[in-house]
């Protein structure tokens, strides 16, 4: 396991041959890409025409995550609808998989950091929404004691405030939160009718860049799974609501309720209330890493969110 934080990106080439992969000797055939402060990422195309993800974790930490993310691919895999990552190889150095098939719903502009659709916009396929719905719907019914007993990270319903009262603080000593928006968060954590009464095995980063579709607009695959915890249903939304707006939100919701998944009537308000809070899971990250500009970034993030909340007017 890493002691200290590796800075600069491995050769991938030999990377990849140390584990038995023969990548094209074209280098135009390997693209750097995915990388952040967990791993350092690449897609490559081995001497066969087959297309890999190659990621190298980047800490010690992430090393030992990886190996609670292999367990939920396993758990998960075959259970629901859609192809998730098949980690042909896994040690402390590499992980490495197919390419998911379909192409990303959207991707991130690395210059600007914004948002580069492949869905239509204006009006999303329902083939999109219904497959999104279905699948979570799945993945949110299954057996949360089985996903527990292989070691799952787990909250239960009553801890689920206990956590987010102690990760609101620690982002209040990292960077004093303004008064409106602080205001929020703890009319949220009072906000009894808000909170779930149960939890269920999450993805915990269900976002349009993850989202693999086909041809069709059909979701194929779901890739990362590094955020994958039992917890609040609702997480698996927050992202989504960021990208797609409230009435985009609520169609989902309708929709996952349709296809089985489980509602209560402040499902839409509490997904929602996560994306306000997203400094705090921004501060719990940084805390994680311990690097330098995130935990600076924090403070930006505070006050950026804090701003956003007076122009919106929302009040929670």
Same mark, same amino acid.
């Given at each position: 396991?890493?002691?200290?934080?590796?800075?600069?990106?491995?050769?991938?080439?030999?990377?990849?041959?140390?584990?038995?992969?023969?990548?094209?000797?074209?280098?135009?055939?390997?693209?750097?890409?995915?990388?952040?402060?967990?791993?350092?990422?690449?897609?490559?195309?081995?001497?066969?025409?087959?297309?890999?993800?190659?990621?190298?974790?980047?800490?010690?930490?992430?090393?030992?995550?990886?190996?609670?993310?292999?367990?939920?691919?396993?758990?998960?895999?075959?259970?629901?609808?859609?192809?998730?990552?098949?980690?042909?190889?896994?040690?402390?150095?590499?992980?490495?998989?197919?390419?998911?098939?379909?192409?990303?719903?959207?991707?991130?502009?690395? *210059?600007?950091?914004?948002?580069?659709?492949?869905?239509?916009?204006?009006?999303?396929?329902?083939?999109?929404?219904?497959?999104?719905?279905?699948?979570?719907?799945?993945?949110? $019914?299954?057996?949360?004691?089985?996903?527990?007993?292989?070691?799952?990270?787990?909250?239960?319903?009553?801890?689920?405030?206990?956590?987010?009262?102690?990760?609101?603080?620690?982002?209040?000593?990292?960077?004093?939160?303004?008064?409106?928006?602080?205001?929020?968060?703890?009319?949220?954590?009072? $906000?009894?009718?808000?909170?779930?009464?149960?939890?269920?095995?999450?993805?915990?980063?269900?976002?349009?860049?993850?989202?693999?579709?086909?041809?069709?607009?059909?979701?194929?695959?779901?890739?990362?799974?590094?955020?994958?915890?039992?917890?609040?249903?609702?997480?698996?939304?927050? *992202?989504?609501?960021?990208?797609?707006?409230?009435?985009?939100?609520?169609?989902?919701?309708?929709?996952?309720?349709?296809?089985?998944?489980?509602?209560?009537?402040?499902?839409?308000?509490?997904?929602?209330?996560?994306?306000?809070?997203?400094?705090?899971?921004?501060?719990?990250?940084?805390?994680?890493?311990?690097?330098?500009?995130?935990?600076?970034?924090?403070?930006?993030?505070?006050?950026?969110?804090?701003?956003?909340?007076?122009?919106? $007017?929302?009040?929670?």
């Amino acid at each position: 396991v890493l002691e200290f934080a590796v800075t600069s990106a491995p050769d991938f080439t030999a990377l990849a041959a140390a584990h038995g992969i023969e990548l094209d000797k074209d280098a135009s055939m390997l693209r750097a890409g995915g990388s952040d402060a967990e791993y350092f990422g690449a897609m490559a195309r081995d001497a066969s025409g087959a297309y890999w993800m190659l990621r190298a974790p980047r800490r010690g930490d992430v090393q030992l995550a990886g190996r609670q993310e292999a367990r939920v691919l396993d758990f998960v895999r075959g259970k629901i609808p859609v192809v998730v990552p098949d980690w042909q190889v896994h040690t402390d150095k590499l992980m490495a998989y197919r390419v998911l098939p379909g192409v990303p719903a959207a991707e991130i502009d690395p *210059l600007m950091g914004e948002l580069i659709w492949r869905l239509p916009q204006g009006t999303v396929p329902e083939t999109f929404n219904d497959s999104l719905a279905t699948i979570m719907a799945k993945l949110h $019914g299954l057996d949360v004691a089985a996903a527990e007993s292989i070691g799952v990270h787990t909250l239960k319903a009553d801890e689920l405030r206990t956590r987010m009262r102690l990760r609101m603080e620690e982002c209040n000593t990292l960077a004093p939160v303004p008064e409106k928006l602080w205001g929020l968060w703890q009319k949220w954590l009072d $906000g009894d009718s808000l909170w779930p009464s149960h939890v269920a095995l999450v993805n915990g980063d269900i976002y349009h860049p993850h989202l693999f579709v086909d041809a069709d607009y059909q979701v194929t695959g779901i890739d990362d799974w590094s955020r994958a915890e039992i917890t609040d249903p609702a997480n698996d939304f927050s *992202l989504y609501f960021a990208a797609a707006g409230r009435e985009a939100l609520e169609d989902l919701l309708h929709r996952y309720e349709r296809a089985g998944g489980r509602t209560w009537p402040r499902m839409a308000d509490q997904a929602e209330m996560y994306y306000w809070a997203s400094p705090v899971r921004f501060a719990a990250y940084a805390m994680k890493t311990g690097d330098l500009s995130h935990l600076m970034n924090v403070r930006n993030m505070v006050h950026r969110y804090a701003a956003m909340l007076e122009d919106s $007017g929302y009040a929670g």
